[in-house]
């Protein structure tokens, strides 16, 4: 009865960690020329949660979720708007599709 015990016990973390699974999603905003977008508003919800971040000067993002499925917009300005449905898988990592902003970034400027 013992080891009955002590068995169930040790599967309790294993468990746990199964249950509260994070991955690690990454991905990057840019220009039709693939120049990274800096401070892009992104953000991915569902119906139980809701995160925003903003991509760094190489236009790339990064959040940490459970995994399941996520709404993801992107928002540059009126005319461009990056929405998608996602599925976030259990794994350690996951690169999202690129983001990708029908623009241009010429010497810092955006060229519609």
């Not at 993801?72 to 976030?88: C, F, G, P, S």
Request: aromatic letters at 12%.
């Amino acid at each position: 009865m013992r080891s009955i015990c002590l068995f169930f016990f040790s599967l309790i973390p294993a468990l746990s960690s199964l249950s509260f699974a994070q991955t690690l999603v990454q991905g990057k905003v840019s220009d039709r020329k693939n120049h990274g977008l800096d401070q892009i508003p992104v953000l991915m919800f569902n119906e139980q949660d809701k995160f925003s971040t903003s991509s760094d000067h190489q236009g790339n993002f990064t959040f940490t979720l459970q995994p399941g499925i996520y709404n993801l917009i992107a928002h540059y300005d009126d005319l461009n708007e990056w929405k998608q449905r996602v599925t976030i898988p259990m794994q350690e990592q996951f690169q999202l599709p690129s983001i990708v902003f029908d623009l241009e970034l010429i010497d810092g400027v955006v060229v519609k």
